[in-house]
């Protein structure tokens, strides 16, 4: 949870931490457990996790210490092995992420609000 918490603050920047902070029983209880959920650990240590709902990539993050290293691809090179078509969800202030997702064949399917913070997110899809 730690992993997820503080690279949601890191990565949206543009959202209140106290609103992350309110997501964390749900993360906890809710979705992390109704996810087909994936860890990437090195030397004993949790470094990054993805969790799939269906087709949908729900959750990808990597600690904030280890981006950079090639987790972020690893971990996109996993969820391909898993799924022929896959969807996410990303902030389009999330320029970073967004072009990371584009760099992996992510393609921008439909733009609209979301309805828990108000900002802009974008749909995309890799088939």
């Given at each position: 949870m730690s992993i997820w918490l503080e690279s949601s603050v890191?990565?949206?920047?543009?959202v209140e931490r106290a609103f992350w902070e309110s997501r964390?029983?749900?993360m906890r209880s809710i979705y992390i457990p109704?996810?087909?959920t994936?860890?990437?650990e090195s030397d004993n240590e949790v470094k990054g996790f993805f969790s799939l709902h269906d087709d949908t990539l729900a959750a990808i993050f990597v600690a904030p210490g280890c981006q950079g290293e090639g987790i972020?691809?690893?971990l996109i090179a996993k969820v391909k092995s898993l799924r022929?078509?896959?969807?996410?969800?990303?902030y389009k202030e999330n320029q970073r992420t967004v072009a990371f997702y584009k760099h992996c064949g992510f393609?921008?399917?439909?733009?609209?609000k979301d309805?828990?913070?108000g900002h802009l997110e974008l749909v995309m899809e890799f088939n």
């Open positions: 890191k990565a949206h920047d543009f964390l029983d749900d109704n996810s087909e994936y860890v990437y972020g691809q690893k022929q078509h896959i969807t996410l969800n990303v393609r921008e399917v439909l733009e609209r309805p828990h913070t």
